[in-house]
C-alpha cells in the first residue's frame, strides 16, 4: 500500500502529541521543586525520587490509593453480579415491560451525577453509610449497571442460542449451565465490561469526594491538599497524578486482547 | 434472534432493578420533591408548586451557563468525531504495532479526570508547562487563567486530548468488522480512496458512530471535573458550564429547591437531546 508509509507517520505524530502531557507530568514528578520553578528542562536534571517518597511513607497520602482501589474493585464485581443474569435474561426472553426497562436503565447513563450530588449524600447518611467504601461504590452502580448490562447483552446475543439448549439437553440445570458453560464462553465480554467499568469507577470524583470525608477519601480529593499556604507542591502533585494513572495502565494490558477482538462484538 | 416469551426472566432482571431504584429511583424521587418546595429547615417546608422552575428558567446566570454548554458540546462533537474517524483509518491493522496502539490510545481514558485536569493545568502553564511555555516563546501572548479564548480553547484542547481516543477506538472497531471481500470488490471496481471511504468504510461505521456521539455528548454535557481544576470556571465564569452551576447551586450555597428544579431539566435536557440524536440517527438509516 502507497498510504501506509503516510498513515504510519500521522499515526506516529498524533501519538506522539497524546503522550506528550503525560510526559510533562512524569518528568515533573522526578524533577526537585527548585528545578521545576527554576528553569525550564526536557527531562530532569537533577534526578529524584523525594516526591514518590513523601506519597509512599505518609499513611494520609497512599490510604487514598487504597480507598480507591477499594470502592473500585466493589463496585466492579457488584457491577458483573447483577449485570450478567440481567444481559441474559434481556438478550434471550421476551417479558413484560422488557423494552422499557431496559431504557430506563441506559437513562441512568445520561444522568448527570451532579443531579445526584445532593440527594446521594442524604439517602446515604440516613442509611448510616456515609465515608465508606460501599457508598461510593454502590453510587457508581448508578453508571456502571447500565453500561455493564448494554455491552454484556452485545457479547450474549452473539452466542447461538442452540449452546443453550443443548446444555439443557444434556441435563444441565440453569445455575450449572451458566456458570460452567455460559460464563467461559462470554470471558472476553466480561473482560470488556469489567474494563469499562473499573475505568469509569476509577476516573470518576464528583461523587466519590462528595460521599466521603475521611476514611474512605480517594486519592483525587486527597491530591488537592498539595496546595499549602506557600504554594502548589508541584513535585509532589506531579508524582501523585503519575501514581494514579498506572492502574489503569495495568488494567488495560491485562485486558488489550480482549479489547482488540471484543471491541467491535460489543458496544461500548 | 428470536427471543423466548417469559415472565420469570424477571427474576434475572431483578437485582439491576434492586440496585439502579435505590441508587436512581429513590434520589430522583427526593430531587422531585425539593423541586416543589421551599425549605427552611427540617420540618420546614412549604409547597411552592412550581416556583422554582419558573425562576430557574428565567435565571440569566443559568441561560448562560446553559449557552455555553451547548457551544461547548457542539466543538466537541465536531472536533472529535472527524478527527477520531481520521485516526481510526490510520491506526495499523495488525500485529503488536496495532495493540501497542490500541493500549496507547486507551491511556488518557484511564486518567481521573482530575489528574486529566492537573495534568493541563501543568503543561499549559506559561512559566512551568511545555505547551504554555511554548506558546510563549513563539511570540503568543498565552494565559488560561487570563485570557477568555485561552481558557475556551484549553478547555476544548484537553477535551480533546481526552476524549478523541474514545471515538478513535470505537471506530477502529468497527473498521475491523468489515470483511476483507468488500476491499477486494473495491480493488476490482478500482474505487477511490475516497469512494471505498465514503460507500464502504462509513457506512459500516454508522453504528459505532451513533454510540461515539451519543457518549461525547453525555459526557461533554456533564463536565464538571476537570474544567473546574484547570481554569475553576474562569475567568470570570466564562467556562463555568452546567454541572459546575449547579454544584454551586446544591453544595455551595444550598439553595436546594432551586438546584433540584434546575437539576431535573438538566437531566430533561440531556435525555431530550440524547434522543433527538438518536432518533435522527436511526431515521437516516432507514430513508436508505
Same mark, same amino acid.
Given at each position: 500500500?502507497?498510504?501506509?508509509?503516510?498513515?504510519?507517520? !500521522?499515526? %506516529?505524530?498524533?501519538?506522539?502529541?497524546?503522550?506528550?502531557? $503525560?510526559?510533562?507530568?512524569?518528568?515533573?514528578?522526578?524533577?526537585?521543586?527548585?528545578?521545576?520553578? !527554576?528553569?525550564?528542562?526536557?527531562?530532569?536534571?537533577?534526578?529524584?525520587?523525594?516526591?514518590?517518597?513523601?506519597?509512599?511513607?505518609?499513611?494520609?497520602?497512599?490510604?487514598?490509593?487504597?480507598?480507591?482501589?477499594?470502592?473500585?474493585?466493589?463496585?466492579?464485581?457488584?457491577?458483573?453480579?447483577?449485570?450478567?443474569?440481567?444481559? *441474559?435474561?434481556?438478550?434471550?426472553?421476551?417479558?413484560?415491560?422488557?423494552?422499557?426497562?431496559?431504557?430506563?436503565?441506559?437513562?441512568?447513563?445520561?444522568?448527570?451525577?451532579?443531579?445526584?450530588?445532593?440527594?446521594?449524600?442524604?439517602?446515604?447518611?440516613?442509611?448510616?453509610?456515609?465515608?465508606?467504601?460501599?457508598?461510593?461504590?454502590?453510587?457508581?452502580?448508578?453508571?456502571?449497571?447500565?453500561?455493564?448490562?448494554?455491552?454484556?447483552?452485545?457479547?450474549?446475543?452473539? /452466542? =447461538?442460542?442452540?449452546?443453550?439448549?443443548?446444555?439443557?439437553?444434556?441435563?444441565?440445570?440453569?445455575?450449572?449451565?451458566?456458570?460452567?458453560?455460559?460464563? =467461559?464462553?462470554?470471558?472476553?465480554?466480561?473482560?470488556?465490561?469489567?474494563?469499562?467499568?473499573?475505568?469509569?469507577?476509577?476516573?470518576?470524583?464528583?461523587?466519590?469526594?462528595?460521599?466521603?470525608?475521611?476514611?474512605?477519601?480517594?486519592?483525587?480529593?486527597?491530591?488537592?491538599?498539595?496546595?499549602?499556604?506557600?504554594?502548589?507542591?508541584?513535585?509532589?502533585?506531579?508524582?501523585?497524578?503519575?501514581?494514579?494513572?498506572? =492502574?489503569?495502565?495495568?488494567?488495560?494490558?491485562?485486558?488489550?486482547?480482549?479489547?482488540?477482538?471484543?471491541?467491535?462484538?460489543?458496544?461500548? | 434472534?428470536?427471543?423466548?416469551?417469559?415472565?420469570?426472566?424477571?427474576?434475572?432482571?431483578?437485582?439491576?432493578?434492586?440496585?439502579?431504584?435505590?441508587?436512581?429511583?429513590?434520589?430522583?424521587?427526593?430531587?422531585?420533591?425539593?423541586?416543589?418546595?421551599?425549605?427552611?429547615?427540617?420540618?420546614?417546608?412549604?409547597?411552592?408548586?412550581?416556583?422554582?422552575?419558573?425562576?430557574?428558567?428565567?435565571?440569566?446566570?443559568?441561560?448562560?451557563?446553559?449557552?455555553?454548554?451547548?457551544?461547548?458540546?457542539?466543538? /466537541?462533537?465536531?472536533?472529535?468525531?472527524?478527527?477520531?474517524?481520521?485516526?481510526?483509518?490510520?491506526?495499523?491493522?495488525?500485529?503488536?504495532?496495532?495493540?501497542?496502539?490500541?493500549?496507547?490510545?486507551?491511556? =488518557?481514558?484511564?486518567?481521573?479526570?482530575? /489528574?486529566?485536569?492537573?495534568?493541563?493545568?501543568?503543561?499549559?502553564? !506559561?512559566?512551568?508547562?511545555?505547551?504554555?511555555?511554548?506558546?510563549?516563546?513563539?511570540?503568543?501572548?498565552?494565559?488560561?487563567?487570563?485570557? %477568555?479564548?485561552?481558557?475556551?480553547?484549553?478547555?476544548?484542547?484537553?477535551?480533546?486530548?481526552?476524549?478523541?481516543?474514545?471515538?478513535?477506538?470505537?471506530?477502529?472497531?468497527?473498521?475491523?468488522?468489515?470483511?476483507?471481500?468488500? *476491499?477486494?470488490?473495491?480493488?476490482?471496481?478500482?474505487?477511490?480512496?475516497?469512494?471505498?471511504?465514503? *460507500?464502504?468504510?462509513?457506512?459500516?461505521?454508522?453504528?459505532?458512530?451513533?454510540?461515539?456521539?451519543?457518549?461525547?455528548?453525555?459526557?461533554?454535557?456533564?463536565? *464538571? %471535573?476537570?474544567?473546574?481544576?484547570?481554569?475553576?470556571?474562569?475567568?470570570?465564569?466564562? %467556562?463555568?458550564?452546567?454541572?459546575?452551576?449547579?454544584?454551586?447551586?446544591?453544595?455551595?450555597?444550598?439553595? $436546594?429547591?432551586?438546584?433540584?428544579?434546575?437539576?431535573?431539566?438538566?437531566?430533561?435536557?440531556?435525555?431530550?437531546?440524547?434522543?433527538?440524536?438518536?432518533?435522527?440517527?436511526?431515521?437516516?438509516?432507514?430513508?436508505?
Amino acid at each position: 500500500m502507497k498510504m501506509s508509509k503516510r498513515k504510519g507517520f !500521522g499515526i %506516529t505524530a498524533y501519538i506522539i502529541l497524546l503522550m506528550l502531557p $503525560i510526559y510533562w507530568l512524569l518528568n515533573m514528578s522526578f524533577k526537585t521543586n527548585q528545578e521545576i520553578l !527554576g528553569t525550564l528542562t526536557l527531562f530532569p536534571h537533577d534526578f529524584t525520587l523525594a516526591n514518590y517518597a513523601t506519597i509512599f511513607t505518609d499513611p494520609s497520602w497512599y490510604s487514598g490509593y487504597i480507598n480507591s482501589m477499594i470502592y473500585v474493585s466493589i463496585n466492579v464485581v457488584i457491577t458483573l453480579l447483577v449485570a450478567l443474569p440481567a444481559a *441474559y435474561a434481556f438478550s434471550r426472553y421476551k417479558f413484560v415491560g422488557d423494552k422499557h426497562l431496559f431504557f430506563w436503565l441506559l437513562s441512568n447513563r445520561m444522568a448527570p451525577p451532579a443531579v445526584f450530588l445532593l440527594p446521594f449524600f442524604q439517602l446515604y447518611s440516613s442509611v448510616g453509610l456515609f465515608d465508606t467504601h460501599i457508598a461510593v461504590a454502590l453510587a457508581h452502580c448508578l453508571f456502571n449497571v447500565p453500561l455493564a448490562v448494554w455491552i454484556l447483552e452485545g457479547f450474549i446475543s452473539g /452466542v =447461538p442460542k442452540e449452546y443453550d439448549e443443548m446444555a439443557y439437553i444434556d441435563g444441565y440445570s440453569f445455575p450449572k449451565f451458566f456458570v460452567k458453560i455460559f460464563i =467461559p464462553m462470554i470471558r472476553s465480554g466480561i473482560g470488556v465490561a469489567a474494563f469499562f467499568a473499573f475505568m469509569f469507577s476509577w476516573v470518576e470524583l464528583l461523587l466519590a469526594r462528595t460521599l466521603t470525608s475521611v476514611d474512605a477519601q480517594p486519592i483525587g480529593a486527597i491530591m488537592t491538599r498539595t496546595m499549602g499556604a506557600s504554594g502548589i507542591d508541584w513535585g509532589v502533585l506531579a508524582a501523585a497524578g503519575v501514581l494514579t494513572i498506572l =492502574p489503569g495502565l495495568l488494567v488495560v494490558w491485562f485486558v488489550r486482547n480482549h479489547i482488540a477482538t471484543g471491541f467491535a462484538l460489543g458496544r461500548v | 434472534m428470536n427471543k423466548v416469551p417469559n415472565n420469570k426472566a424477571w427474576w434475572l432482571v431483578l437485582p439491576v432493578f434492586i440496585l439502579v431504584a435505590f441508587s436512581a429511583l429513590i434520589p430522583l424521587m427526593t430531587v422531585v420533591n425539593y423541586s416543589v418546595q421551599d425549605i427552611f429547615g427540617p420540618g420546614n417546608a412549604y409547597y411552592v408548586g412550581l416556583e422554582w422552575f419558573e425562576s430557574v428558567l428565567a435565571d440569566e446566570r443559568l441561560q448562560d451557563s446553559l449557552l455555553r454548554q451547548f457551544i461547548f458540546s457542539g466543538a /466537541v462533537l465536531m472536533i472529535q468525531i472527524p478527527l477520531g474517524i481520521g485516526i481510526a483509518l490510520m491506526m495499523p491493522t495488525t500485529g503488536k504495532r496495532a495493540s501497542l496502539c490500541l493500549i496507547l490510545l486507551a491511556i =488518557p481514558l484511564l486518567i481521573p479526570w482530575n /489528574v486529566v485536569g492537573t495534568i493541563w493545568q501543568i503543561f499549559g502553564r !506559561g512559566d512551568i508547562g511545555l505547551f504554555g511555555w511554548g506558546l510563549n516563546e513563539l511570540g503568543f501572548d498565552y494565559n488560561y487563567t487570563a485570557n %477568555t479564548g485561552d481558557a475556551w480553547a484549553t478547555v476544548l484542547l484537553m477535551d480533546v486530548w481526552h476524549w478523541t481516543p474514545l471515538v478513535a477506538l470505537l471506530c477502529y472497531s468497527g473498521l475491523r468488522a468489515i470483511p476483507e471481500a468488500f *476491499y477486494q470488490a473495491a480493488e476490482i471496481d478500482r474505487a477511490s480512496k475516497w469512494a471505498i471511504f465514503r *460507500y464502504i468504510q462509513l457506512p459500516r461505521l454508522k453504528s459505532v458512530l451513533v454510540i461515539a456521539v451519543l457518549l461525547r455528548f453525555m459526557d461533554s454535557f456533564m463536565i *464538571y %471535573t476537570e474544567p473546574f481544576v484547570l481554569t475553576g470556571g474562569g475567568p470570570g465564569s466564562s %467556562t463555568t458550564f452546567l454541572s459546575q452551576t449547579l454544584t454551586t447551586m446544591a453544595i455551595g450555597q444550598f439553595d $436546594i429547591g432551586r438546584a433540584a428544579a434546575f437539576s431535573l431539566i438538566y437531566f430533561l435536557i440531556v435525555l431530550l437531546v440524547s434522543w433527538l440524536f438518536f432518533t435522527a440517527i436511526t431515521h437516516l438509516d432507514k430513508q436508505k
